[in-house]
């Protein structure tokens, strides 16, 4: 069938009518009916019908009633050229809360919210007179300073510019100037991190500087050519849980034992991929990863408790050991 303007005219009369129907089970609209009230042929409106039932629209006939009605419990929405099922709305609807849970304010358009609240509107069930009803909820997130360099070192990274920027680590009390070559931007819990060639001769690998510790207003410093044509940030990151890559670091075999609930839960949402199930049973889940050791793995595995066991390599039972020795010690101190 042609999509014309004059089809998704139709489109959406036939929408609203039906629409108004939901929730009376003991009513339908008949198709001849339908036709008169459009002023168009029975025939037009049953291809109508068949095209919207292929777009997803919730409609079923009542032989009882001789009409057809729209199931309760399923949503349509028809825009000006697209028609919207329930698994396209249910997504639209993710998407409009996640944007309004993004503190990101330099990087997101002001009025982008205000797009999503307007499509969001057009169904009417959704929303009470001035307000859309809250039924999704998210961590709070607080509002994240580095997010005002995202733009710059999104457009470095693609002109491949090299940059300039004062950065205070956490441990120092005054900053330092550094020149670095942006090759990719990373997010990792809640922060956001450039990273690409420290010039410092100290740090001959690949930097990451975390954008919130950036202090004033980076700027250019020319352009870089001379990124290895061998490097891949997705090979760079491929074994690694978190942002630290040891300078010395080696992939190893890390080989996890879970209690059966725990493992559950790491089955369900693992905190790194890939990995190999190695047992499962009533009392443990085991598990392989192939990973280089880190401090943001040592911190992830500790956080498991008693839940969770290092079981190789060796080295990484050690470190475990070692990181739960000192926070005692530390606790029997104060």
Known sequence: MPKSNNAHHR??????????????????IKLEALADELNISLRQVNDDI??????????EYVPS???????????FLVLEDQLLNTDELSSLRIAFDLIQRMNFPDLIPADLPKVFQKIYKAAQKWVQPDTIQKSIYFDPLPRYEGSKHLKFFLKAIEAERRVSFQYLAFHVETPKAVIF???????????????????DASELFVRVFPL??????PSHAGFYHDKPPQYSA???WKNIYGISVPLDGVVEDVVLEFSNIQGKYFLSSPFFTPYEVLETSYSAVVVKLRLIVNIDLVRKLASFGKE??????????????RFFEEALAASVET
Do not use: C, N, Q
């Not at 036939?14 to 009513?27: M, N, Y």
């Not at 919130?212 to 207003?217: A, C, Q, S």
């Open 11 to 28: 489109y959406r009369r036939i929408h609203e009518k039906f629409s108004r129907h939901v929730g009376h089970r003991t009513r339908g």
């Open 50 to 59: 068949k095209y919207l039932r292929e777009m997803g629209a919730p409609l």
């Open 65 to 75: 009633l001789r009409a057809w009605r729209y199931k309760e419990g399923e949503d």
């Open 181 to 199: 070559d942006p090759w990719f931007l990373r997010h990792y819990d809640h922060r956001w991190y450039a990273g690409g060639f420290s010039h």
């Open 212 to 217: 919130e510790r950036i202090v004033g207003t």
């Open 234 to 236: 997705e090979t760079y």
């Open 308 to 321: 969770m066991r290092v079981v190789a390599p060796g080295s990484l039972v050690e470190t475990m050991k």
